[in-house]
């Protein structure tokens, strides 16, 4: 869908000319009035509505054509011209200032078969308004239906993820192939930026969900690449604990005081284990150490 541009402006009657009119009709009417002779106020008619349909005002932005017998004489604009009545014939005003045009690609096929629905904004401006009254008929109409036709070329060679995250570069890829079309008309593409790409809501959902297994797929394998150093590090340890058999007597010491070491925690640990880390005579040496020797009576 194509959202056309604003109209080209026509160059109405001016202010100037009417009060230039005004001030005819009554010089003519005064001068029949005092001489008390009609061709005064029909001179003065006359003269009023030449100047009312020959006396033309541009805006500043405005280009206008000017046709002669139907033949091209030249730009007016901007400011104060004068024309021909009659024989002169005005084209619409081209605006020269930079325009936008709206255009949306709906159900375009991606490269991957993918329907979406695209919405871009087309820069342009009027270079050479002679061009553009000359060589096209209507350049409003013919700019959005070749942005249309070239955004939907530009959707077929590009996959949906290259669309949704190179979206400056199919901009740029568009400005170039409009400026290439709409040069000999007289009109440049400065920029075309993709507003918004849509897909349908079921693909989307889809996507969701491949993106959520994706990111859980990943975090299982981080967590199994954890548990494997894991298990090489235990492996490592096994070895060392080993070839020597106090570091392992003391790592068991030291797992069992930290098990016990918070205030009014217990315990209770299996006479084999105290004898397999040798806990045994160390336990009896502090509870000897600790008794008191009797007194004598």
Same mark, same amino acid.
Do not use: C
């Given at each position: 869908?194509f959202?056309?541009p604003? &109209?080209?402006?026509?160059?109405?009657v001016?202010?100037?000319?009417?009060?230039?009119?005004?001030?005819?009709?009554? +010089?003519?009417? %005064?001068?029949?009035a $005092?001489?008390?002779?009609? =061709?005064?106020?029909? +001179? %003065?008619?006359?003269?009023?509505?030449?100047f009312? =349909?020959s006396?033309?005002? +541009?805006?500043?932005?405005?280009?206008?054509?000017? $046709?002669r017998?139907?033949?091209? *004489?030249?730009? &007016?604009?901007?400011? !104060? =011209?004068?024309?021909?009545?009659?024989?002169?014939?005005?084209?619409?005003? *081209?605006?020269?200032?930079? &325009?936008?045009?709206?255009?949306?690609?709906?159900?375009?096929?991606?490269?991957?078969?993918?329907?979406? @629905? *695209? #919405?871009? *904004?087309? =820069?342009?401006?009027?270079? @050479?308004?002679?061009?553009?009254?000359?060589?096209?008929?209507?350049f #409003?109409?013919?700019? %959005?239906?070749?942005?249309?036709?070239?955004?939907?070329?530009?959707? %077929?060679?590009?996959?949906? +993820?290259q669309?949704i995250?190179?979206?400056?570069?199919?901009?740029?890829?568009?400005?170039?192939?409009?400026?290439?079309?709409? @040069?000999?008309?007289?009109?440049?593409?400065?920029?075309?930026?993709?507003?918004?790409v849509?897909?349908?809501?079921?693909?989307? #959902?889809?996507m969701? &969900?491949?993106?959520?297994?994706?990111?859980?797929?990943?975090?299982?394998?981080? !967590?199994?690449?954890?548990?494997?150093?894991?298990? #090489?590090?235990?492996?490592?340890?096994?070895?060392?604990?080993?070839?020597?058999?106090?570091?392992?007597?003391?790592?068991?010491?030291?797992?069992?005081?930290?098990a016990?070491?918070?205030?009014?925690?217990?315990?209770?640990?299996?006479?084999?284990?105290?004898?397999?880390?040798? $806990?045994?005579?160390?336990?009896?040496t502090?509870?000897?150490?600790?008794?008191k020797?009797?007194?004598?009576?």
């Amino acid at each position: 869908m194509f959202v056309r541009p604003p &109209r080209m402006s026509t160059v109405q009657v001016s202010g100037i000319a009417a009060a230039t009119a005004v001030a005819s009709f009554a +010089a003519g009417f %005064g001068l029949s009035a $005092l001489t008390g002779k009609p =061709f005064f106020l029909v +001179a %003065g008619a006359v003269v009023g509505a030449w100047f009312l =349909f020959s006396i033309k005002v +541009a805006d500043q932005w405005d280009k206008v054509a000017v $046709l002669r017998l139907g033949r091209y *004489v030249g730009l &007016r604009g901007p400011g !104060l =011209f004068f024309v021909f009545p009659i024989i002169d014939q005005l084209s619409r005003a *081209v605006d020269q200032r930079v &325009r936008t045009s709206s255009v949306t690609a709906e159900s375009t096929l991606t490269r991957d078969t993918v329907p979406v @629905n *695209v #919405d871009a *904004v087309v =820069f342009w401006l009027v270079w @050479n308004a002679e061009k553009s009254i000359l060589e096209v008929q209507d350049f #409003d109409e013919a700019i %959005g239906l070749s942005a249309q036709t070239a955004l939907r070329e530009s959707i %077929g060679r590009h996959e949906l +993820a290259q669309m949704i995250t190179e979206r400056e570069s199919l901009g740029h890829e568009l400005q170039r192939i409009l400026d290439e079309k709409t @040069n000999p008309w007289g009109i440049t593409v400065q920029s075309v930026e993709i507003r918004d790409v849509r897909i349908p809501q079921a693909l989307e #959902d889809a996507m969701s &969900r491949q993106a959520q297994a994706e990111r859980e797929r990943q975090a299982r394998n981080i !967590l199994g690449q954890a548990e494997t150093e894991i298990a #090489d590090k235990f492996s490592q340890a096994a070895e060392l604990y080993q070839n020597n058999p106090t570091a392992l007597h003391l790592r068991a010491m030291n797992m069992l005081y930290e098990a016990i070491k918070e205030r009014g925690s217990m315990v209770i640990v299996p006479s084999s284990a105290v004898e397999t880390m040798g $806990l045994g005579g160390s336990l009896a040496t502090a509870s000897l150490a600790g008794a008191k020797p009797p007194q004598s009576t």
